[in-house]
């Protein structure tokens, strides 16, 4: 994953259902203050909405999927003092990551959007909102996530479990070049090149690691705070890009079409409407409200 804006670049290209994780369920989270329709391809939109809850407490009432474009966002705080708490972990394995959180050196160095990411400057009013400092459970990270970006929790309940089924550990995507490998990670011949909840490449986002891999709050930040860029009209890269017939092109508020640009790094190809897909349908079946997940 982790191609979105790198439209000149492969895109993972690979298989995004992920099987299921055997487990009991403890107990039912409170899941999502929204309800909604997923919308139909090929002219994907925002998804309607049947019931409306603030994200926090002086966040703007969000419609369906994510708040409008140019939408004021919550702080780190007030998102942390809204989101519900529970001891529900379906995925204790991501315990340490979920209590790890970036140091302020970590932070320093991480890329910001404009100039790497696109050459518009307004782009890094979300790239410094990126802290990646939340520790909690696993749902709770989600939650935060939500809030901070101003979207639905249940998209990124779902795209997680297209990513990785919620397991922060998730490391796919063999490369045989140990030039696009972290530190460590080359075996000889292979090493991973995705890792954490949504699947973020050290291909081209070199400056993330070790954090991408080490602390779930800051993967799902990081990949959010650039989703939310992109949905604000200012992923300048993808104004080129030729979309599929019948889709239309780059502009501000296409949750879809920047969705599936994290996946195929394009806007509208074959691999990003088949991960929008896979995302829509595992929205639509909410697999972490099942007893198994």
């Given at each position: 994953m982790g191609a979105l804006l790198l439209s000149a670049c492969e895109g993972r290209q690979q298989p995004v259902s992920p099987s299921a994780d055997p487990g009991l369920r403890p107990l039912t989270p409170t899941v999502g203050a929204m309800t909604f329709q997923p919308a139909a391809l090929p002219t994907p939109s925002?998804?309607?909405?049947?019931a409306t809850v603030t994200a926090a407490a002086t966040a703007p009432a969000v419609q369906g999927l994510i708040s409008a474009v140019g939408a004021a966002l919550p702080s780190d705080q007030q998102c942390a003092a809204s989101i519900h708490y529970s001891s529900w972990e379906p995925r204790p394995d991501?315990?340490?990551?979920?209590?790890?959180?970036?140091?302020?050196?970590?932070?320093?160095a991480i890329d910001q959007f404009y100039p790497t990411y696109t050459q518009n400057s307004q782009a890094n009013r979300y790239s410094t909102r990126i802290s990646g400092n939340f520790t909690g459970t696993t749902d709770e990270i989600i939650q935060w996530v939500a809030c901070k970006w101003g979207v639905n929790a249940d998209l990124v309940r779902a795209q997680a479990a297209v990513e990785s089924w919620w397991h922060q550990s998730t490391a796919a995507g063999k490369t045989t070049e140990s030039r696009y490998c972290p530190p460590g990670t080359w075996n000889g011949s292979s090493?991973?090149?995705f890792y954490g909840l949504l699947q973020i490449t050290y291909r081209y986002f070199s400056h993330e690691w070790p954090m991408m891999r080490d602390d779930t709050a800051f993967n799902a930040d990081y990949v959010y705070g650039m989703?939310?860029?992109?949905?604000?009209?200012?992923?300048?890269q993808l104004q080129a890009a030729t979309p599929s017939a019948g889709y239309p092109r780059y502009h501000a508020g296409d949750i879809w079409g920047c969705l599936g640009s994290w996946f195929s790094g394009q806007w509208y190809?074959?691999?990003?409407?088949?991960?929008?897909?896979?995302?829509?349908?595992?929205?639509?079946e909410k697999p972490w409200l099942g007893r198994w997940f």
């Open positions: 925002p998804l309607s909405s049947t991501n315990t340490a990551a979920n209590h790890r959180v970036p140091t302020a050196q970590q932070l320093a090493c991973p090149s989703m939310r860029m992109c949905y604000e009209g200012l992923a300048t190809d074959s691999g990003a409407i088949h991960y929008i897909q896979e995302v829509q349908k595992t929205l639509q």
